[in-house]
Nanobody, 126 residues
Framework: QVQLVESGGGLVQAGGSLRLSCAAS????????LAWFRQAPGKGSDFVAA????????YYSDSVKGRFTISRDNAKNTVYLQMNSLKPEDTAVYCC???????????????????WGQGTQVTVSS
């Protein structure tokens, strides 16, 4: 069982940066693959980035590649999303998620993730 709590959202101007954090409870945090998804107003949930449980393997959506960086600190049970060069279209509620099935098996499919945080709002003004 993993419980996830996001923080770090807010209002930022286009071109600015934010760092989101997702703190997890549970002694087996290091064994889970972690991901960030986002949902813009009136739209479905979109995959943003994922970080494997070991080996530093990461995977990004094309829309954020080169601008966002996902990282994790297993000692702090925390996963981060550093967001640079933000655009108004990045405005959304960002949620972190965890799964313990194979990393590349449905890595972008929210249905494959068993545990979810409540989300944090990111608003990018133009």
């Amino acid at each position: 069982q993993v419980q996830l709590v996001e923080s770090g959202g807010g209002l930022v101007q286009a071109g600015g940066s934010l760092r989101l954090s997702c703190a997890a409870s549970g002694r087996t945090f290091s064994t889970y693959h972690l991901a960030w998804f986002r949902q813009a107003p009136g739209k479905g949930s979109d995959f943003v980035a994922a970080h494997a449980s070991g080996g530093g393997i990461t995977y990004y959506s094309d829309s954020v590649k080169g601008r966002f960086t996902i990282s994790r600190d297993n000692a702090k049970n925390t996963v981060y999303l550093q967001m640079n060069s933000l655009k108004p279209e990045d405005t959304a509620v960002y949620c972190c998620a965890a799964k313990d099935t194979a990393f590349y098996s449905g890595v972008t499919d929210r249905g494959r993730y068993a545990y979810w945080g409540q989300g944090t709002q990111v608003t990018v003004s133009s």
